[in-house]
């Protein structure tokens, strides 16, 4: 299992923007897809972004597209998560994970988490 850190987690007001980091244990395998889930407590964890080691495509929940962009750095082993113009909806704790699949993410490809960051968006 791979370890995940994130970090970046903080409070904002409405239209205030957060950049989400995660670290890895070790070299993360160049076709494994990474990318964040997000939880409210009473909700299940839904999708927020995922992107492809290997290939750098990225895909977004219909709720953060145009707001939030996934980006990697290969030689830190990182991933990140801008997100701008952030909405009280926001608000959760959000979850680093890794995926099974080379160029998608999902609940059921999941095969790591992180500990989550909580981000709190104040109107």
């Known amino acids: 299992q791979v370890r995940l850190t994130e970090s970046g987690g903080s409070s904002v007001q409405a239209g205030g923007s957060l950049r989400l980091s995660c670290a890895t244990s070790s070299r993360t395998v160049s076709n494994n897809a990474m990318g964040w889930f997000r939880q409210t407590p009473g909700k299940e964890r839904e999708f927020v972004a995922s992107?492809?080691?290997?290939?750098?495509?990225?895909n977004y929940a219909d709720s953060v597209k145009g707001r939030f962009t996934i980006s990697r750095d290969n030689a830190k082993n990182t991933v990140f998560l801008q997100m701008n113009g952030l909405e009280p909806e926001d608000t959760a704790v959000y979850y680093c994970?890794?995926?099974?699949?080379?160029?998608?993410?999902?609940?059921?490809?999941?095969?790591?988490w992180g500990q989550g960051t909580q981000v709190t968006v104040s109107s």
């Open positions: 994970a890794v995926s099974r699949h080379p160029m998608s993410l999902s609940r059921q490809t999941v095969t790591s």
């Open positions: 992107i492809s080691w290997k290939g750098g495509n990225t």
